[in-house]
């Protein structure tokens, strides 16, 4: 697969994230400073908490241009033997079915359909990720989360 037209695809979805956060942002901006919700007595708090409303999303928008930033920045290996940032990673489970995983800096848990495929964005932050870092072709990975064991082969890395 290409990881250049698959970051292409996962930088939309991030674009398309970045755009109803700014519009939320600006909506949560124009409730915060609206003349209807200036305090009518000392217990009135609906401007307070439109104020920290729009706070919240101001750094949620922030946060989506970070993680722009991380993925346009992020250098794709060629070829790697070992499973790094920037990788695209199959994993067959105990029943071989196939599961595709992209190795990202930011936005884990983010899926992409990407050549008719599911591709799930994981950090390095996560148990998958802990559990797939340095490892090679045919290692076998597993991870719990909760009381649930997962267990995989890994079947390419690109």
Known sequence: MNKLELRQVILSQLQSKLEIAVSSAQRAIESATD???VPEHKYDTLALEASYLAH????RVQECEQEIHA???LVLPQEPQAVGLGCLVSLLD???DRHWFFLSP????LKVEFQ???IVLVTFD???GQALKAKQVEDEISYRIGDIEHSYEIETIC
């Open 35 to 37: 003349e209807e919700t």
């Open 56 to 59: 919240g999303q101001a750094m």
């Open 71 to 73: 993925l346009t920045n």
């Open 94 to 96: 105990v029943e071989d």
């Open 106 to 109: 930011c936005a884990g848990g």
């Open 116 to 118: 008719q495929h599911v």
């Open 126 to 128: 996560s148990p998958l």
